[in-house]
């Protein structure tokens, strides 16, 4: 699963279990406030690694335009990262703090696990 799907489907599933005793409208239309976004940075960041691809595809690629392509990847996944954190924190605002608590932990237990990977 792509980095952009996993912080999705994280955030979709944790919100759907029973433990988050909230109504599911707060919670649904917080989601689809942040899809569309998601869809559109997920997109533009696989054009811009295809387009680094063909960047070094060449026999002779020129090492500041990959860079420079390489700092655009970077920009883009940086603003993916902060729609995560967006979205996360607006959905606190629908959490008891029990809630709060025991998502947050769920969300650090995973992130810890993937860096393990």
Known sequence: MRPATWSAALL???LWTGALAQ???SVESI???YERERREVA?????????????MAVDHPDPDQCKKKLDQILNTERKRQYLFLDEMFA???CMTQEDWRN???SIIMLMMNKTQK
């Open 91 to 93: 959905v606190k605002q």
């Open 43 to 55: 997109q533009k960041l696989r054009t811009q690694k295809i387009e680094l691809m063909q960047l």
């Open 23 to 25: 109504p599911t409208e």
């Open 103 to 105: 998502y947050r932990r």
């Open 31 to 33: 989601n689809a406030r």
């Open 12 to 14: 979709v599933a944790l």
